[in-house]
């Protein structure tokens, strides 16, 4: 039997076909691309809403799955766009009426560690999550994912896209700044904030645009801010390692697609006598896969939820998600 998994939080709106062993026999995503500037909630939204019924459509058709296959409908609840939300919301509470299956809502948070710990057999990993929207350092702690600590004002993968349009490229400028910064070559200092596992990056933004006012080229613009700003993440994933007493890591998010990010990541834990494991990009950025995953263990531990009682939650926090298939 599998789960159908919904994901709408942000600019990606991904169904996800998962079967009870988390192989995934079927994904259909389509990312929302700004022609200018950032992310606007409500035309991300009308993306999902084109796109979703045909995604499902996509996906239980690669997957070779029958309605009458398919065990419950999960959905991200949050966090993430109250109207990006709303519109994977309504495809799952319609697909679970129209096949009388449970509708099992998830966090995406959570989501992003259980499709990680699953394909890396890591028992206990501490997720490193960065994306878009969010930037966290999350365990698993009595009954609950705890974040130990996260940014304190905007999430790196919106400060690499607002940084690189600022430059004068187009959203997403994480991957394009990964390009440029491999021509460059020397590192200019950036402010580096780190307060104890928490970390800060608009600092960062203001000075590089000082410097390329002062005529730095791109690429070394480009390859300071990568060094300076993963250096950040990978101290603060450090830090908890250490507090924590952990040995293993798993990366999630968009950003964590990028290379140098996870050589550092790598290095440090590796460098610690641990294990890193980062999953395939595929299910590394916003997926309906990872929502479908988490589907089967909330569902296997009875959380599913009535559709009048299933409201989505723009800010669901990590740590207030109960999450009894981890034990007490
Ligand atoms: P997500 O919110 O998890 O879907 O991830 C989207 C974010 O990941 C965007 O801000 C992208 O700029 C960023 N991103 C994607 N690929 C890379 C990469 N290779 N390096 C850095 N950032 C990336
Ligand atoms: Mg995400």
């Given amino acids: 039997m599998v789960v159908v998994g919904i994901e709408s939080t942000a600019h990606t709106a991904s169904v996800g076909i998962v079967d009870e062993r988390a192989n995934v026999l079927g994904l259909a995503s389509d990312m929302y691309r700004p022609t200018a500037g950032g992310i606007h909630p409500r035309e991300a939204a009308n993306h999902h809403v084109e796109l979703l019924p045909n995604l499902v459509k996509t996906a239980l058709e690669s997957a070779h799955v029958r309605p009458t296959e398919v065990e419950g409908v999960a959905f991200a609840q949050g966090p993430g766009l109250g109207p990006c939300l709303r519109a994977g919301a309504t495809v799952a509470r319609m697909l679970a009426l129209t096949w009388d299956r449970p509708l099992v809502p998830v966090n995406h948070c959570v989501a992003h560690v259980e499709i990680a710990r699953v394909l890396s057999g890591l028992d206990d990993p501490m997720l490193l999550y960065a ?10 702690a009595r009954g609950r994912y705890r974040v130990l600590g996260e940014t304190l004002d905007i999430g790196i993968g919106n400060f690499l896209d607002k940084l690189w349009i600022e430059l004068g490229g187009t959203f997403p400028g994480g991957p394009a700044l990964e390009k440029e910064a ?7 200092p950036l402010p580096y904030s780190v307060h104890g596992m928490d970390v800060a990056f608009s600092g960062i933004l203001t000075a590089t645009l000082a410097l390329r006012a002062k005529g730095v080229s791109r690429p070394d613009l480009a390859y300071s801010v ?33 290379e140098r990010l996870r050589g550092m990541v790598r290095t440090m834990v590796e460098g610690r006598g641990g294990t890193m494991y980062a999953p395939p990009r595929s299910l590394c950025v916003d997926n309906g896969a990872m929502i479908a995953w988490t589907g089967h263990l909330a569902l296997r531990a009875g959380q599913t939820s009535a559709v009048e009682q299933s409201a989505v939650q723009p800010r669901q926090r990590t740590d207030l998600v109960l999450t009894p298939w981890r034990g007490g």
Avoid: F, K, P
């Fill in 131 to 140: 994306s878009g929207g969010n930037t966290q350092v999350i365990a698993y």
């Fill in 182 to 188: 491999q021509a460059g070559t020397e590192l200019h």
């Fill in 226 to 258: 990568e060094a300076t700003a993963y250096a950040m993440l990978t101290e603060i994933t450090e830090r908890a390692l250490a507090h924590r007493r952990r040995d293993t890591v798993v990366l999630g998010g968009g950003v964590a697609c990028n």
